[in-house]
């Protein structure tokens, strides 16, 4: 029988490659709401779908282990001794994992007593004695043993498990220089580290296949050990019985009694139903088309799936006096889903709990919906701002908004937030949202309409409220709606940019890149790309044999921290240029990022992104005006090109000052803390008079640094050995200081220690205002991330307030604004400062109500201090 014409079988190491997905895939990526870590299972479930796909097996198993226990620990008691825990993450994946195959069919063996590998090794000998082709896939390298002409192991790369490497007999022998039964002899001698075998001293893979290829067989090798010399020779002699122990224990077994053999392993119809229950679970939603196309069932899983879900109702096209009157009807929350075209709206729907209606955009539907729409009637979307901007390019405002379903689902989970409507869809409801195939000209399906979108938008704001604690419905209903309202506003706004003056500063660095340029060629005496990693490594690591940096994927780190680490522990002034010469780069890019999103109007629109940080802070993006360096000499000028408008008289710039410190003394309740906030003086020259033990008079300058560096690296967790660098003196003063610190201000101490605790117990940190982000790694097993858990979670509550503080007073200005009839204007919000645009004559008006509500957003032990400037352009408004 020729290959092609024999009976396929497959047989699988379940655990292995389980536990390499698990490393290979990010376990925060994969986790469902109910917190259960599923990587190691969509890795492995993916693997298999890839592998049957290509594969086609017509006989499939997949093989465990029952436990760690086995006749080979019996015999060896160190056997994989070393082996440490599995990761919590990991434990409770296998049962799922198993429970996912027998849904979809496929038989799992594990039994007691035995490895993985062995009954991997009895049905691969079964089956090619039964005339299978077979084909293993293990990461489990004695597995190399089982190949010969019927059976192939498929072994897992170092990425995981998304390449396998083919080895058959020839690829073997090419790799090893032996055929695959003596592949075991190899490592017994050499040994096996995840086994806890230990092999011969000194001996590596080169010398014991050369030691094969001499003597034959193992065998032959150990009764002639005497006959090898050197060092390795004795070392061989007096491990002969370490040799013999591993050999014993590295042979798989051929003969295990199993429930089934190779003809009962028969690739068997899947469950559709029960494929699709325990991947809905396990919030799988990409796996089930791809489990059903494999299996050929698309229509039953379709019918399965659409089964389960609610049918949409058929969104009614009415004329807009008939919409209003359904409108007027309506109790309760309305759903509303405005579809956009050129930035306008183009149709729009709405939704109540049994029905759902929409009409095309025009001029009669927006006079006759303009009062609805404004009224404080409530009203629920799904990315609310993109529809709100819409209806203010068309004239008309929204009030009443009460529920935003992509916020909602960011605050519940701020870590990994859903970004559409149907990822909503999928999480909450278990459904999948109809869609048009964006890849069609004429797609096959069409997607849900603006009514049936209002109406799935009604029904995930049921779910996600039901998960919603108390605190955190008010965040979004009292900060972040208000806030979202406000944001439209600035992004429809904008702000005034001198093309002139930053096309002009582009070309100054330019030409100042190009002088370090040559500058740096001049150093090497060759010309060399900046640009290029690569040869930015051979440069610096080969030629100028400078110190080795962390180890990538590509070679050696040369980002620009670490080569600034690198300047400061071997200065070569070739490294200097290159710093200055990513200096100017790096500028150049940021400023013309900036210069090409000005439009014709002169002014530049950026995007605010409500949902972007797991703090709370906004961040903004196309382009980025966040990224625009913080008081230095190049930062000044790119501020410079940011103008009043026209048809406005200035601008006005109000931060806060060191509101993160403020928050921890109100958290900490340090009444040292405290006093130094309501005193009125300078409160690091207060704090450091505390810490050194001197009158505020003579706090120097250096005293004053160390202090404000110290106060803010706590809220961040720096440790003694970050300070030290930070600052740059012995890891010894920094932890002096800090003990100094503490003992002053005790209370910050024990907030600190005690906000950990908390959180460890609660699974979450909390705001002064009720937002809170979720910390499970707090209980990891992982010492790293457990720390880093650690770390963040001292600074979410603070960094959290202080967002929520700039959010309460930005929309509070800008409602204000509004509610006085000023035609000043709220541009911009940049970590903790606000960038006003002043009408004629109002700033009086505009400086009272931005310093009041910056001022009351919040009531603090101690008072927020709050920084007004005024000027023509942003860096003349400086402060």
Not at 87 to 92: H, Y
Not at 168 to 183: F, K, L, M, N, S
Not at 347 to 356: E, H, L, V
Not at 765 to 772: D, K
């Amino acid at each position: 029988m020729t290959d092609s014409a024999k009976p396929t079988l497959l047989v699988v190491d379940g655990h292995s490659l389980a536990y390499r997905a698990f490393f290979a895939l990010p376990v925060d990526n994969f986790t469902t709401k109910d917190g259960q870590h599923t990587n190691g299972i969509y890795g492995f479930l993916s693997m298999l779908i890839n592998l049957i796909k290509a594969e086609k097996p017509t006989h499939l198993a997949v093989a465990f282990d029952t436990s760690r226990q086995s006749f080979r620990t019996r015999e060896y008691a160190e056997y994989k001794a070393n082996r440490s825990e599995s990761p919590s993450e990991f434990k409770g994946q296998i049962p799922l994992l198993q429970e996912c195959l027998a849904a979809m069919s496929i038989t799992v063996l594990a039994k007691e007593d035995f490895e993985a590998d062995d009954i991997l090794a009895t049905l691969a000998t079964q089956g090619a004695e039964q005339g299978f082709q077979v084909l293993v896939c293990s990461g489990d390298r004695d597995t190399i043993q089982l190949v010969n002409d019927d059976v192939t192991l498929l072994y897992p790369n170092v990425q995981g498990v998304s390449q396998l490497k083919r080895y058959d007999r020839e690829a073997v022998i090419e790799r090893y220089g032996v055929p695959p039964e003596q592949y075991p002899d190899i490592a017994a001698l050499v040994g096996e580290t995840s086994d806890n075998l230990p092999g011969v001293p000194k001996v590596g893979e080169k010398t014991a296949v050369k030691w094969l290829t001499q003597f034959g067989t193992l065998d032959d090798l150990l009764e002639n050990a005497d006959k090898v010399t050197g060092v390795v020779g004795n070392n061989l002699r007096e491990h002969l019985d370490d040799v013999r122990r591993n050999r014993t224990l590295n042979r798989l077994l051929t003969d295990v009694e199993l429930p089934q053999g190779p003809a009962d392993l028969e690739v068997q119809p899947i469950d559709a139903q029960a494929v699709r229950d325990i991947f809905a679970r396990l919030e799988f939603k990409t796996l089930i088309p791809r489990v059903a196309e494999l299996a050929g069932i698309e229509q039953q899983m379709a019918a399965v799936t659409s089964a389960a879900a609610v049918a949409a109702p058929a969104a009614k096209d009415l004329a807009p006096a008939a919409l209003v009157e359904w409108l007027d009807a309506s109790e309760g929350e309305v759903g509303v889903t405005i579809a956009i075209e050129g930035g306008l709206p183009h149709r729009i729907g709405f939704a109540t709990g049994d029905s759902a209606v929409e009409s095309t955009w025009s001029d009669e539907a927006a006079s006759a919906l303009a009062p609805w729409l404004a009224s404080e009637a409530p009203k629920i979307f799904s990315d609310a701002k993109l529809q709100v901007k819409a209806l203010r390019r068309a004239g008309l405002r929204l009030g009443g908004l009460s529920f935003d379903t992509i916020v909602a689902g960011w605050l519940l989970r701020p870590s990994f937030p859903d970004k559409t409507l149907a990822h909503l869809v999928d999480r909450y409801l278990d459904e999948k949202l109809p869609e048009a195939d964006p890849t069609q000209l004429v797609p096959e399906t069409e997607g849900a309409t603006p009514g049936q979108l209002s109406w799935y938008t009604l029904r995930v704001t049921e779910a996600l409220r039901a998960e919603m604690p108390e605190s955190v419905t008010a965040v979004l209903t009292d900060i972040e709606l208000p806030t979202l309202l406000a944001l439209a506003d600035m992004e429809i706004a904008g702000v005034a940019v001198s093309h002139e003056k930053l096309s002009g500063f582009s070309g100054e660095l330019g030409a100042r890149a190009e002088t370090i340029a040559q500058q740096a060629y001049a150093a090497i005496g060759r010309e060399v790309n900046l640009g290029s990693p690569k040869q930015l490594q051979e440069v610096l690591f080969e030629e100028l044999q400078l110190p080795k940096t962390r180890k990538t994927k590509t070679g050696y780190s040369t980002d620009a921290a670490v080569l600034a680490d690198l300047q400061e522990q071997a200065p070569h002034p070739f490294l200097d240029i290159l710093l200055q010469h990513r200096e100017a780069t790096k500028l150049r890019q940021i400023i013309e990022s900036l210069d090409t999103a000005i439009g014709a109007d002169g002014r530049i629109r950026t995007t605010y992104v409500q949902t972007g940080s797991q703090t709370g802070r906004l961040s903004s993006t196309d382009p980025n005006l966040q990224n625009i360096p913080v008081r230095t000499e190049e930062s000044r000028r790119i501020r410079a090109a940011f103008e009043v408008g026209a048809g406005y008289e200035t601008l006005l710039t109000a931060d806060y000052s060191q509101i993160e410190m403020r928050i921890m003394a109100h958290l900490s309740e340090d009444p040292g803390l405290i006093e130094a906030f309501n005193s009125g003086e300078d409160t690091h020259r207060f704090v450091g008079a505390r810490v050194f033990g001197v009158e505020p008079a003579d706090v120097d300058a250096q005293m004053r640094t160390k202090v404000k560096a110290m106060s803010y690296g706590l809220v961040y967790g720096l440790s003694a050995f970050g300070l030290s660098k930070q600052l740059r003196i012995d890891q010894s003063e920094a932890k002096q200081l800090m003990m100094e610190y503490f003992a002053r201000f005790g209370a910050v101490r024990d907030y600190l220690r005690s906000s950990v605790e908390q959180a460890r117990i609660d699974g979450y940190t909390e705001t002064i205002m009720g937002r809170r982000r979720p910390f499970p790694d707090l209980a990891s097993p992982n010492r790293v991330l457990r720390e880093n858990a650690e770390r963040a979670a001292l600074n979410a509550p603070i960094q959290g307030s202080a967002a929520d503080i700039m959010k309460v007073a930005l929309f509070r200005i800008h409602d204000e604004f509004r509610t006085q009839q000023l035609g000043s204007r709220v541009l911009m919000q940049i970590h903790d400062e606000l960038v006003v645009e002043v009408a004629p004559g109002e700033w009086d008006a505009a400086e009272r109500i931005v310093r009041a509500r910056m001022g009351d957003a919040v009531s603090l032990t101690v008072p927020l201090d709050v920084q007004i400037g005024r000027g023509a352009d942003w860096n003349e408004a400086g402060h």
